[in-house]
């Protein structure tokens, strides 16, 4: 079920840092004009619902590509053990994707977290300015 948060000051914008995936939030702060705003909560929409699918699948290319130029060079090695190989590359290449997912989650996290910083400034300043 999607779950929606509304930001309208400086408590509800640091509580978006700890949205799981899925959330949706929606900035309803009067300082930032509305374009801005409209396009700072697509921005942070796009990164809470990341699963980091697209890390992980180019995690798992450069594996699959790897093993081949691995194997490729020591054909003899790997004609003579061919299901120790074929093992080893899979489980490689499973690795290899679980943590691209991981990498790319933990990055829209980091994007979350600067986003909110960088409109906690903004809000700040246009307070005591």
């Not at 930001?7 to 799981?20: A, E, G, I, P, Y």
């Not at 959330?23 to 796009?46: F, G, I, M, Y």
């Amino acid at each position: 079920m999607l779950q929606t948060h509304t930001v309208t000051d400086l408590d509800s914008l640091q509580r978006v840092r700890s949205l799981r995936r899925g959330s949706r939030v929606v900035l309803n702060l009067p300082a930032l004009p509305d374009e801005e705003s409209s396009k700072l909560q697509a921005h942070l929409n796009r990164c809470i619902s990341e699963c980091g699918c697209s890390v992980g699948a180019r995690a798992l290319i450069a594996s699959v590509a790897a093993c081949i130029l691995f194997d490729s060079l020591y054909w003899s090695a790997f004609c003579a053990h061919i299901l120790k190989a074929l093992g080893i590359n899979l489980l490689l290449c499973f690795v290899a994707a679980g943590l691209g997912r991981t990498l790319g989650r933990y990055r829209a996290k980091l994007q979350v977290a600067r986003t909110v910083q960088d409109i906690c400034v903004r809000l700040s300043a246009s307070v005591h300015a």
